[in-house]
């Protein structure tokens, strides 16, 4: 079974370095990695030259202009051979070194799956040793996508097959092409997932998700968008209440920090 990882960059140069060697320190070898670069004028590329010789062939990269982040995306997945595909931001990287085997195993266990997604943690980009949020998919149920639920989507890995059938990332959507993506896929479409109890990826903060609060008024407006256009009923008010599980979950996480390491 082929994995496809696809790793977005424009100027990555200050992490892409953490992101390849993740990939690279994985125990699973039927890895297929693309990267798609955005035409960086950093470091960006010669960090991927650095390490193309250490994938045996197994990388795929361009460099070019593109239309934004889902873009990018879909330029990868287009190019992508794999059985599954995922995608690894360039920012982000493995929790450890098994990840893809767990991932491959689940889908191989149940020939009836069409996506796996588990969790993943955020930290600090000044200190990747402490978590900052843990963000689990353990709740997740295709009827909470009504309240804006999600899984996380740096966890989430698809059969290539599902997206050839139910389309791209919609590249009208700034930042939550992710969700509609999923709730096209999971909520309209009803593909068949499964939860992996597992800390998938490490995030560092400050993408583009979590930037603020002009971030959360963009998200909600994609959102509603995002329902509307797969005729989907739901409201602000609905959608107002995840950020309270949200807040919650941000609690738990520094409550559990602290009692383990003291901090």
Same mark, same amino acid.
Request: hydrophobic share 35%.
């Given at each position: 079974?082929?994995?496809?990882?696809?790793?977005?960059?424009?100027?990555?140069?200050?992490?892409?370095?953490?992101?390849?060697?993740?990939?690279?320190?994985?125990?699973?070898?039927?890895?297929?990695?693309?990267?798609?670069?955005?035409?960086?004028?950093?470091?960006?590329? #010669?960090?991927?030259? =650095?390490?193309?010789?250490?994938? $045996?062939? %197994? /990388?795929?990269?361009? @460099?070019?202009?593109?239309? !934004?982040?889902?873009?990018?995306?879909?330029?990868?997945?287009?190019?992508?051979?794999?059985?599954?595909?995922?995608?690894?931001?360039?920012?982000?990287?493995?929790?450890?070194?098994?990840?893809?085997?767990?991932?491959?195993?689940?889908?191989?266990?149940?020939?009836?799956?069409?996506?796996?997604?588990?969790?993943?943690?955020?930290?600090?980009? #000044?200190?990747?040793? =402490?978590?900052?949020?843990?963000? $689990?998919? %353990? /709740?997740?149920?295709? @009827?909470?996508?009504?309240? !804006?639920?999600?899984?996380?989507?740096?966890?989430?890995?698809?059969?290539?097959?599902?997206?050839?059938?139910?389309?791209?990332?919609?590249?009208?959507?700034?930042?939550?092409?992710?969700?509609?993506?999923?709730?096209?896929?999971?909520?309209?479409?009803?593909?068949?997932?499964?939860?992996?109890?597992?800390?998938?990826?490490?995030?560092?903060?400050?993408?583009?998700?979590?930037?603020?609060?002009?971030?959360?008024?963009? /998200?909600?407006?994609?959102?509603?968008?995002?329902?509307?256009?797969?005729?989907?009923?739901?409201?602000?008010?609905?959608?107002?209440?995840?950020?309270?599980?949200?807040?919650?979950?941000?609690?738990?996480?520094?409550?559990?920090?602290?009692?383990?390491?003291?901090?």
């Amino acid at each position: 079974m082929k994995v496809s990882l696809i790793t977005v960059t424009y100027n990555s140069g200050a992490t892409l370095k953490d992101t390849i060697e993740s990939v690279l320190s994985q125990d699973y070898n039927n890895i297929e990695y693309i990267i798609i670069d955005g035409k960086s004028t950093d470091n960006t590329l #010669n960090i991927i030259q =650095k390490y193309e010789p250490l994938f $045996s062939g %197994r /990388i795929k990269y361009i @460099s070019e202009k593109d239309n !934004g982040l889902y873009d990018a995306m879909n330029k990868g997945i287009m190019k992508a051979t794999g059985d599954i595909i995922g995608i690894l931001n360039s920012d982000d990287f493995f929790t450890t070194n098994n990840i893809i085997t767990q991932i491959t195993n689940a889908f191989k266990k149940n020939s009836s799956i069409d996506a796996v997604y588990g969790d993943i943690h955020f930290v600090n980009p #000044n200190d990747l040793n =402490k978590c900052v949020r843990y963000y $689990s998919s %353990r /709740i997740f149920k295709r @009827s909470l996508m009504r309240l !804006g639920f999600m899984p996380a989507h740096p966890s989430f890995y698809i059969k290539r097959e599902c997206i050839l059938k139910y389309g791209l990332y919609k590249t009208h959507y700034k930042i939550a092409a992710d969700f509609e993506f999923l709730l096209r896929t999971i909520f309209v479409y009803k593909i068949k997932t499964f939860y992996l109890p597992i800390d998938m990826v490490t995030m560092r903060t400050g993408g583009a998700s979590t930037a603020g609060l002009e971030a959360y008024k963009q /998200i909600m407006q994609e959102h509603l968008k995002a329902f509307k256009e797969n005729h989907i009923y739901t409201n602000r008010m609905i959608l107002s209440l995840r950020y309270i599980y949200k807040i919650m979950e941000i609690l738990f996480t520094k409550i559990t920090y602290k009692k383990r390491y003291g901090k």
